[in-house]
């Protein structure tokens, strides 16, 4: 059984294919999360008034209490739809880099 060299890992083309979908995703992922995040910061910024807005007559909630609970809302979705694609695809390409190496 003859383990590879960390360059035949890193030229591996299974290995190449991994590293690129894990970046690709992460890199989306990052930039929904970005926008999402900052989008309510600018909105917090740059319109108050909009935000302080009473969502129905006397009732204290303003518009930017469900924004903000939807902003955390949307962080969490993000975070399942990496765990999702982890569980469901990345970890199986794992254990096939994993035992290509392993394996020689």
């Not at 083309?13 to 995040?37: G, M, P, R, W």
């Not at 969502?55 to 903000?68: D, H, N, Q, R, V």
């Amino acid at each position: 059984m003859s383990k590879k060299t960390v360059h035949e890992i890193l030229e591996d083309e299974d290995f190449k294919a991994l590293s690129s979908q894990k970046n690709v995703i992460s890199i989306i992922l990052t930039i929904l999360e970005l926008v999402l995040y900052f989008g309510f910061i600018a909105l917090i910024a740059f319109n108050k008034p909009f935000l302080s807005q009473k969502l129905s007559g006397e009732g204290a909630t303003t518009i930017g209490i469900p924004i903000a609970v939807g902003t955390i809302l949307g962080s969490w979705v993000f975070t399942g739809i990496y765990i999702f694609w982890a569980n469901s695809k990345y970890d199986a390409e794992v254990k096939k880099v994993k035992d290509n190496i392993i394996g020689g």
